[in-house]
């Protein structure tokens, strides 16, 4: 159970706090003054901090300061009456998560609290992978490891080691699943930020109009709702981390905006018209393939370029079936320790069933099996019953994409000889080519030569399929006259 700090003078205020977090879930002790806090914090661990910004004594602001040097990485969230923007940014400058202005909203409260938890896990929970070993101060309870042997995975645990302290941008790629956002902790927890904020924002959850705000916060007024003025993740983590996941579902008009920041360390918050200087590291993730979505006018070249300074590919899962042994074992020990359950074995038939299945959701529905089969398991072993796995997940994603990639392969290697004779010096463009004209040719005509739809499922723009059409002459056959009249609108 987390554990917050309340520290106020204010017995109501304290006594409300008290019951609004028991009940959220969470443990919660309180203190009336900033001595008394620290001194609490002295002898106990907490997960988040709310605290009163004017006090007998230390005030909320004294407090921070000892709070940050004594090196404590507690978020800590300012509680004030005098909601002015000074206050505000001087709250931030000295390390403070967020602020709340008395009287709060209790949405708004749960919503900053719930946030501040979720950093207070990513800073304090360590990364650790293979060849590298955890600080002794941390306990294994607050450390999680990205598992594997592969050669694949040895040359991921290589980059990571070999940029972390350094400076530079980092783009991790790789499918659903895979533990892009493991390896951008890890990337942080070894470097010289790490004792720095470490802020993760999803691009894909949140919708368009409301990123810019997360990102660069707002001017009080800004637009209609803006009642205070908001710090965005940037200000937030000066000096720190900032972790971009799915960057590939960011807008246009945001990436522009980033990448001003990337390009001159400044901003400005919407609303606002002072330039605002920032250093942070980014770190960004995505599941899609980049350099497509640059040809298809979806993502900045000159940005896809500015994040790509090092790049790490992470494997799906099914490419490295040799690590989920060591997987099985590495989270069936964590979830026995976590539910105190005694599993001390897997059945061998269980593990060949694991082997063998696609794993489209890669190592996180791995992860997702293995704590059911943990929770449902009525001994002290696993047995093959209790792994609940979904036949039908094998889709296009997972299981029959391996499939048909498995006879892609064979059917390459068949005809390999026979296309290093015959294609003379620019083999891979006139494969390519080969490939590409009688992929079209067949959807035209199964798409009855409609364009709209033809584009549609071959996952392209139009605009690109006419490039195609025009690049390789197709001609709309005489059989389908009535498709040079087909309103394309389907």
Known sequence: MEKILIVDD??????????????????A?????GQSALEAMAHEQFDLIL?????????????????????????VIIMTAYGSTDIAIETMKLGAYDYLVKPFDRDELQRIAADALEVNRLVKEEVC???????????????VKIVGNTRRMQEVYKLIGQVAGKDVTVLIMGESGTGKELVARAIYHHSHRKDKPFLAINCAAIPETLLESELFGYERGAFSGAERTHLGKFERCQDGTLFFDEIGDMSLSTQAKVLRVLQYGEFERLGGNQNLKVNVRIIAATNKNLEKEVQEGRFRKDLYWRLKVISIQLPPLRER??????????FVNRFSEEYQTPIRYVAGAAIEKLKSHSWPGNVRELENCLRRAVLLSVGDVILEEH???DADQQDLRGGSQYQLMASLDKKLEELLPDILRFSGEKTHANVIDMVEKSLIAKVLKKCGYNQVKAARMLGISRNTLRHRIKKFNFQVPADFPENAKRPETE
């Open 10 to 27: 204010d017995e109501g205020l304290v006594h409300f706090l008290e019951r609004f977090f028991l009940k959220k879930g969470y443990a």
């Open 29 to 33: 002790r309180s203190c009336n003054s």
């Open 51 to 75: 605290m009163d910004y004017k006090m007998p004594g230390l005030n909320g602001l004294d407090t921070l300061r000892e709070i940050r040097r004594s090196q404590v990485k507690t978020p």
């Open 129 to 143: 992978f293979p060849g590298h070993i955890c600080r002794p101060s941390i306990s294994s309870k607050g450390t």
């Open 321 to 330: 079936r040799e690590d989920i042994p060591l997987l099985v074992e590495y």
């Open 387 to 389: 792994l609940q796995i």
